[in-house]
Each structure stands twice: as C-alpha cells, then as structure tokens.
C-alpha cells in the first residue's frame, strides 16, 4: 500500500494534501495544494499559486491530509491602518498615490471607488495635501471626499480644514478563515474567475445602475485575483457574491438573493463557498464592509463569528472651506 492510499479516509478531490516525494536526484521535496485527482499512476495537485503538480505516485514517500484553511493570526490584532491598505484593490477603478493616501475615481459609483483613502503619510504637508485632494477629484469630475479611519489622525486634521460627514459611517468586520471553513462548502456554490454573463445579470439585480459598463467591469475583475460565486437555478443565479483576495485577506461584498429566494441562508452559503475558494490560494482572514445603521447585516455576520474591526467615515469639504 503507497502513501496515499494510506490516508484514511480517502481524499477526495478538493481536499487539501502535503506530499513528501522522491525527486530524480535522489534528494525530497514537498508540495502542498488541493487535490485535483489521484490516478493509479499519478498525483495531481493544485498549488495556492495555481500551478498544477503532477507527482509520480511512486515516488511519494509521505502523503498526509492537511486543514483546507490554514489557521492565520487574529485579525483583530491587525492596524486598521494596515487592513485599509490592504483592502483598497477590494473596489478600484482609477488610482493615483500620494505618499501612502490612494487618490480614487470612478464615474461617481459608490463613495470608495471616488475617495481619497487618506491613510498613513501622504509625503507632502497636509495642507498641501488636502488641495491634491480637491484638485483630483475636479479633473476627474466628481465631487472632492477622503475615506477616514474614525478617531484616526487624518479624520482630526480634515474636521480642522472643515471638512464633514458626507454618508453614515461604515463597520468594518473580519473573522478567520479557519473559523468561517469549519462549515462545509455548498456544493451548489460555483466560484468563477472570470466574469459571467449569469453573474453580471446577478450583479444589475443587486445594485442597478446605469454606470458605464466597462468602468464597472473594471471595479468588478480589474485586480484578480477574485472570485464570483453563485447558485443557479436553471440559467440565471438566486444567490450570488464576490470575494476580493489582497495578501492574506478576503474580501467579501456584493452579497445577493433573489426576492423569491431570501431566508434559506443561500448568502450564507455563498459566503463559505467564497471562504474555501480563498482559503485554497493562502487567504486567512476574511473582512466585511457593513454600513453602520444596517442591523440585520450586523446581527447575521455576528452569527457567522464576525467581529468589529474599526469604522470608517467619508469627509467632504464644506462650502466654506472648499
């Protein structure tokens, strides 16, 4: 009996092995990724980086059935600082740097694609920067706004240049990967990385909008790697959802059900589809981004082990400061 024959019980494609195996030269080596198949003759495996593996089954000298998720750090434990640095390829469209602040625009579509995510130094004095702010947002026609982290240094200096609330503030919410994996994925849960005609239609009946369509698509596949889950249910999905990997982080937004299909935990079941897919490719933490006043959202992402991380809040100069 070979070393993967051993393992009890059986793998099953989808599961994740480390393969200890003889290489031509004598010497070993490892490898560790989701099983894709196990031939008579052959192992394949898929890698977090997507490469597949195929290892001699001879050659293998230890086979051994690893967590689909490997357990992370607490993301509690994590800056704020750090998380909106990681999180801002979550929803892009066009950026230019300043320092470390990230100067958004995007047709006017949602208040993060059209922001300046003023976290960190941004390299210049700031009421130099303050001005960039306002000139950017000017030539690419919408209106001037910085995302703040609230009680962050940045927000302080803002409200003393005047500037003020524009939207309610937003929660952000993370929980480990491990955690989140412990619940099976839903094997009517597809993860695509490309964008699907099903998935786009999805998209429209989640946000309808008459945003340029390419601009959109942008936001939507422009920094993969990303994921777009769903439920079908003959030609069009009932549920649907994107998760947005940046370092270890998974992103998770664009949660959706079908008015005729809501209260059956489909979003749920997207949720942990989005969890295992990134979990595959190293993700481990996940982050939610949840408007303040929204109690239900809260209340249902507390069930699933979600806790608050920090809150950010989007500023815009008032009349007369502008």
């Given at each position: 009996?070979?070393?993967?024959?051993?393992?009890?019980?059986?793998?099953?494609?989808?599961?994740?092995?480390?393969?200890?195996?003889?290489?031509?030269?004598?010497?070993?080596?490892?490898?560790?990724?989701?099983?894709?198949?196990?031939?008579?003759?052959?192992?394949?495996?898929?890698?977090?980086?997507?490469?597949?593996?195929?290892?001699?089954?001879?050659?293998?000298?230890?086979?051994?059935?690893?967590?689909?998720?490997?357990?992370?750090?607490?993301?509690?434990?994590?800056?704020?600082?750090?998380?909106?640095?990681?999180?801002?390829?979550g929803w892009i469209a066009?950026?230019?740097?300043?320092?470390?602040?990230?100067?958004?625009?995007?047709?006017?579509?949602?208040?993060?694609?059209?922001?300046?995510?003023?976290?960190?130094?941004?390299?210049?004095?700031?009421?130099?920067?303050?001005?960039?702010?306002?000139?950017?947002?000017?030539?690419?026609?919408?209106?001037?706004?910085?995302?703040?982290?609230?009680?962050?240094?940045?927000?302080?200096?803002?409200?003393?240049?005047?500037?003020?609330?524009t939207y309610l503030p937003?929660?952000?919410?993370?929980?480990?990967?491990?955690?989140?994996?412990?619940?099976?994925?839903?094997?009517?849960?597809?993860?695509?990385?490309?964008?699907?005609?099903?998935?786009?239609?999805?998209?429209?009946?989640?946000?309808?909008?008459?945003?340029?369509?390419?601009?959109?698509?942008?936001?939507?596949?422009?920094?993969?790697?990303?994921?777009?889950?769903?439920?079908?249910?003959?030609?069009?999905?009932?549920?649907?959802?994107?998760?947005?990997?940046?370092?270890?982080?998974?992103?998770?937004?664009?949660?959706?059900?079908?008015?005729?299909?809501?209260?059956?935990?489909?979003?749920?079941?997207?949720?942990?589809?989005?969890?295992?897919?990134?979990?595959?490719?190293?993700?481990?933490?996940?982050?939610?981004?949840?408007?303040?006043?929204?109690?239900?959202?809260?209340?249902?992402?507390?069930?699933?082990?979600?806790?608050?991380?920090?809150?950010?809040?989007?500023?815009?100069?008032?009349?007369?400061?502008?």
């Amino acid at each position: 009996m070979d070393a993967v024959a051993r393992i009890t019980p059986t793998p099953e494609p989808g599961e994740r092995l480390v393969l200890r195996h003889r290489l031509p030269d004598g010497s070993a080596t490892d490898v560790l990724g989701v099983l894709v198949s196990a031939e008579e003759n052959l192992i394949i495996v898929r890698t977090r980086d997507d490469r597949v593996v195929e290892v001699d089954r001879a050659a293998v000298i230890l086979a051994k059935r690893v967590p689909s998720i490997s357990r992370g750090p607490d993301p509690l434990r994590v800056p704020a600082e750090e998380l909106e640095q990681a999180a801002v390829h979550g929803w892009i469209a066009y950026a230019e740097r300043l320092g470390a602040w990230w100067l958004r625009a995007g047709g006017g579509f949602t208040g993060r694609a059209n922001s300046c995510l003023a976290v960190g130094d941004p390299g210049v004095p700031f009421d130099q920067a303050a001005r960039r702010v306002v000139d950017f947002a000017a030539e690419h026609g919408i209106a001037p706004q910085v995302q703040v982290i609230d009680g962050s240094a940045p927000e302080r200096r803002f409200r003393e240049l005047g500037w003020a609330d524009t939207y309610l503030p937003t929660d952000v919410m993370v929980q480990r990967l491990s955690d989140l994996g412990t619940r099976p994925a839903d094997p009517r849960v597809m993860v695509e990385e490309q964008l699907t005609d099903a998935w786009w239609q999805a998209y429209h009946a989640y946000r309808p909008s008459d945003v340029d369509p390419d601009l959109l698509r942008t936001m939507l596949t422009g920094h993969p790697p990303y994921g777009l889950a769903g439920i079908a249910h003959g030609d069009r999905l009932i549920a649907s959802g994107r998760g947005q990997i940046s370092q270890d982080w998974l992103g998770i937004a664009a949660l959706w059900t079908d008015p005729d299909h809501r209260r059956q935990g489909l979003a749920t079941e997207v949720l942990i589809g989005l969890v295992h897919w990134a979990g595959a490719k190293g993700a481990r933490s996940a982050y939610l981004q949840v408007a303040q006043e929204n109690t239900d959202a809260h209340q249902a992402y507390q069930r699933l082990g979600f806790q608050l991380h920090h809150t950010y809040r989007y500023l815009r100069p008032t009349p007369t400061t502008h």
